[in-house]
């Protein structure tokens, strides 16, 4: 052996590329950046900060590299009514369509795709896996959708900068009550300077033909796994600090990276089980031939085009959240994409129960993914959970298409004011009764669900996952309730504000969960509720719920200022309603005032 070859093990040369914190008890570090094995094992700060142990430039970055980097941004919601009718591209863009402001940072650090990194953003990255997936994922943080997220932003940038963006925002929320201002200051532009970054990345995606690719062209043209991620997390960081109308430009360019990227691959032909599969025009059937991969960076070059687990996962949440979104008056144009991509051109008019679970194919496909991932090393325990969890969470899937059909449903409807046009009122009747039918469809289809979590009590156990899911996936299904038969009472001209028995059922199914769940978890549960909450303030007519309500809308002002936003709206609508004496059509208020920065989105 060449003796210049440095020997592993005990007898080797002790690493002086590691990270200080293994360092510093003297423990071998496998050198993986941006956390190494052990720190991740341990739940550890992984510091890879270079000490000053000799001269070196006072900037890490060349000034071309930082002329490169500079990019604008949006800079929080008192700036969001800025950029109206820019499209997804450009508002993307930044620096090149919206007057923001610009910052410059320098990190000495890189990772190894070639994000710079300083102490503060690995400590963002350690708050992101262990303290922020928590609040959005009650799966063990060690193994959860959002640590899969941060295996793919290991080799992309645009991942890596979101992943930093929001998960530095979260911490300088945090702190704010505790830091001076002008520390908070240097924390929020750290986290909007990421931001701005991952901005700039998108738009090169989407513009490719202008320009190269920011990221590695796969199979589909780009790399899916990492544009799905980083569009995931930009959703998420609209909706937590941004705007409303951040989140509809992102929701629109989502839809276009479904519609060219992706079409081709999410034909349900394509997403069968392993072993046969039934494709177009074959007048027959033909092996698949292949397993499913957990990541496209894992398809041999040449293969035929394949979606990957993990991007088929991130696609249904994004349609997901994206049909979440119509219940506020935006979206909608990613899970119309995603229907015709699959062959459900006409859900909208003609919505049926076996068209709401042909989405849900996507997350059978994803099924062993994170099994697949971690292989040997995942817990037999953690597969155990999924196997339990899955039917809640398909009953999710289904809930919240649910509200994308309402929301469609509202457009709709033929108007008749005055009550005396009954061709309007029979066409009406016959959109409500489909629709209703279909709710009624999936509360059976899923039954088993809403009886567990009806049988659920206070003395129920709070760290079991599943009574989690339960109490969190169940209010819902019970919010959709709610939303329709508000929307079936406005469209029939209903007097008074007295809730039927349906509407009590609905009410009680949510009171009952949302008093379990905060008694053993707290705030951190309302924010998984904030839209079943929302609607039992609009229509409950007990003052001790309403009130009950509105206090944990307080509360949960601390997680960002759109819950602040909502309770306003709510007490701006609840005496509105009183006083009227009728409800108020929300859904069309919610439309109207697209740009105005006080609505909100759940």
Same mark, same amino acid.
């Given at each position: 052996?060449?003796e210049?070859t440095?020997r592993r093990?005990?007898s080797?040369?002790?690493?002086r590329d590691?990270?200080?914190t293994?360092r510093?008890?003297?423990?071998?570090?496998?050198?993986?950046?941006?956390?190494?094995a052990?720190?991740t094992?341990?739940?550890l700060?992984?510091?890879?900060e270079?000490?000053?142990i000799?001269?070196q430039?006072?900037?890490?970055?060349e000034?071309?590299?930082?002329a490169?980097?500079s990019?604008t941004?949006?800079?929080g919601a008192?700036?969001?009514?800025?950029?109206a009718?820019?499209d997804?591209q450009a508002?993307?863009m930044g620096s090149?369509?919206?007057d923001?402001?610009?910052?410059?940072?320098?990190?000495p650090?890189v990772?190894?795709?070639?994000?710079?990194?300083?102490t503060?953003?690995?400590?963002a990255?350690?708050?992101?896996?262990?303290?922020?997936?928590?609040?959005?994922h009650?799966?063990?943080?060690?193994?959860s959708?959002?640590?899969?997220?941060?295996?793919?932003?290991?080799?992309?940038r645009i991942?890596m900068?979101?992943?930093?963006a929001?998960s530095?925002?979260e911490m300088?929320?945090?702190?704010?009550g505790?830091?001076?201002?002008?520390?908070?200051?240097?924390?929020?532009?750290?986290a909007?300077?990421?931001?701005s970054?991952a901005?700039?990345l998108?738009?090169d995606?989407?513009?490719q033909?202008?320009?190269?690719?920011a990221?590695p062209?796969?199979?589909?043209g780009i790399?899916?796994d990492?544009v799905?991620t980083?569009?995931?997390?930009?959703?998420?960081?609209e909706q937590?600090?941004?705007s409303?109308q951040g989140l509809?430009?992102?929701l629109?360019g989502?839809?276009?990276?479904v519609?060219?990227h992706?079409?081709?691959?999410?034909?349900?032909w394509l997403?069968?089980?392993?072993?046969e599969?039934?494709?177009?025009?074959?007048?027959?059937?033909?092996?698949?031939?292949r397993q499913?991969l957990?990541f496209s960076?894992?398809a041999?070059?040449?293969?035929?085009?394949?979606?990957s687990?993990?991007?088929?996962?991130?696609l249904?949440?994004?349609?997901l959240?994206?049909?979440?979104?119509?219940?506020y008056?935006i979206?909608?144009?990613v899970i119309?994409?995603?229907y015709d991509?699959?062959?459900?051109?006409h859900?909208?008019n003609t919505?049926?129960l076996?068209?709401l679970?042909?989405?849900?194919?996507l997350?059978?496909?994803?099924?062993t993914?994170?099994r697949?991932?971690?292989?040997?090393s995942?817990? !037999?325990?953690?597969? =155990?959970?999924d196997? +339990?969890? /899955?039917?809640?969470? @398909?009953?999710f899937?289904a809930v919240?298409q *649910?509200?994308?059909?309402?929301?469609?449903l509202s457009k709709?409807?033929?108007?008749?004011?005055?009550g005396?046009d009954?061709a309007?009122?029979?066409a009406n009747a016959k959109?409500?009764?489909?629709?209703?039918?279909?709710?009624?469809?999936v509360?059976?289809?899923f039954?088993?669900?809403?009886?567990?979590a009806?049988?659920?009590?206070?003395?129920?156990d709070?760290?079991?996952r599943?009574?989690?899911n339960?109490?969190?996936v169940? !209010?819902?299904?019970? =919010?959709?309730?709610? +939303?329709? /038969?508000?929307l079936t @009472?406005?469209?029939r001209r209903?007097?008074? *504000?007295?809730?039927?028995?349906t509407?009590?059922?609905?009410?009680?199914?949510?009171m009952g969960?949302?008093?379990?769940?905060?008694r053993?978890?707290?705030?951190e549960a309302?924010l998984?509720?904030?839209?079943?909450?929302f609607m039992v303030?609009?229509e409950?007519?007990d003052?001790?719920?309403?009130?009950w309500?509105?206090d944990?809308f307080?509360g949960?002002?601390?997680?960002?200022?759109?819950?602040?936003?909502?309770r306003?709206f709510?007490?701006?609508?609840?005496?509105?309603?009183?006083?009227l004496?009728r409800?108020?059509?929300v859904?069309?208020q919610f439309?109207?005032?697209?740009?105005?920065?006080?609505?909100?989105v759940?």
């Amino acid at each position: 052996m060449d003796e210049r070859t440095p020997r592993r093990g005990r007898s080797g040369p002790r690493s002086r590329d590691g990270c200080w914190t293994c360092r510093a008890k003297k423990v071998k570090c496998d050198e993986t950046r941006p956390i190494c094995a052990r720190c991740t094992r341990l739940d550890l700060v992984c510091d890879y900060e270079p000490r000053p142990i000799r001269a070196q430039p006072s900037d890490g970055l060349e000034p071309s590299a930082l002329a490169e980097e500079s990019v604008t941004m949006e800079a929080g919601a008192e700036k969001e009514d800025r950029g109206a009718g820019v499209d997804a591209q450009a508002y993307w863009m930044g620096s090149a369509a919206l007057d923001l402001p610009l910052f410059q940072l320098a990190f000495p650090n890189v990772a190894a795709n070639s994000v710079e990194l300083t102490t503060d953003d690995h400590e963002a990255i350690t708050h992101y896996r262990t303290s922020f997936s928590k609040l959005y994922h009650t799966k063990n943080p060690r193994y959860s959708l959002f640590s899969v997220m941060l295996i793919v932003a290991e080799r992309s940038r645009i991942a890596m900068h979101m992943i930093l963006a929001l998960s530095g925002s979260e911490m300088d929320r945090k702190r704010s009550g505790r830091q001076d201002a002008v520390q908070i200051s240097t924390q929020k532009s750290r986290a909007l300077h990421h931001y701005s970054i991952a901005l700039r990345l998108m738009a090169d995606v989407v513009g490719q033909e202008h320009g190269q690719a920011a990221e590695p062209r796969g199979n589909s043209g780009i790399d899916l796994d990492c544009v799905l991620t980083a569009l995931y997390l930009m959703l998420l960081y609209e909706q937590m600090f941004g705007s409303r109308q951040g989140l509809s430009h992102h929701l629109a360019g989502a839809a276009i990276i479904v519609q060219y990227h992706c079409a081709h691959l999410v034909a349900p032909w394509l997403l069968a089980p392993e072993g046969e599969r039934q494709g177009p025009g074959d007048g027959g059937t033909r092996p698949l031939g292949r397993q499913q991969l957990a990541f496209s960076q894992t398809a041999q070059p040449g293969s035929e085009p394949q979606i990957s687990q993990y991007s088929a996962r991130l696609l249904a949440r994004l349609a997901l959240s994206d049909a979440a979104a119509t219940s506020y008056g935006i979206g909608g144009e990613v899970i119309s994409a995603l229907y015709d991509a699959m062959g459900l051109h006409h859900v909208g008019n003609t919505p049926s129960l076996d068209s709401l679970e042909t989405l849900n194919s996507l997350e059978r496909y994803a099924g062993t993914l994170y099994r697949n991932v971690w292989g040997e090393s995942y817990p !037999p325990s953690e597969l =155990a959970d999924d196997v +339990e969890s /899955r039917p809640v969470f @398909a009953f999710f899937g289904a809930v919240l298409q *649910l509200r994308f059909l309402i929301s469609q449903l509202s457009k709709t409807l033929l108007p008749d004011p005055a009550g005396n046009d009954p061709a309007a009122e029979a066409a009406n009747a016959k959109c409500l009764a489909g629709v209703h039918a279909t709710v009624q469809a999936v509360g059976a289809r899923f039954a088993d669900v809403l009886d567990a979590a009806a049988g659920l009590s206070l003395s129920s156990d709070g760290s079991c996952r599943l009574v989690t899911n339960l109490r969190f996936v169940v !209010p819902h299904y019970h =919010a959709v309730v709610l +939303e329709l /038969r508000r929307l079936t @009472a406005l469209t029939r001209r209903v007097a008074g *504000l007295a809730p039927d028995g349906t509407q009590r059922e609905a009410l009680q199914g949510i009171m009952g969960l949302a008093v379990q769940a905060f008694r053993h978890q707290g705030d951190e549960a309302m924010l998984r509720i904030a839209q079943p909450l929302f609607m039992v303030a609009l229509e409950t007519d007990d003052v001790l719920h309403r009130e009950w309500v509105l206090d944990r809308f307080e509360g949960l002002g601390c997680f960002g200022a759109r819950f602040e936003r909502a309770r306003a709206f709510l007490l701006t609508t609840i005496d509105r309603q009183q006083s009227l004496g009728r409800r108020v059509d929300v859904q069309e208020q919610f439309r109207r005032e697209g740009g105005n920065p006080a609505i909100f989105v759940f």
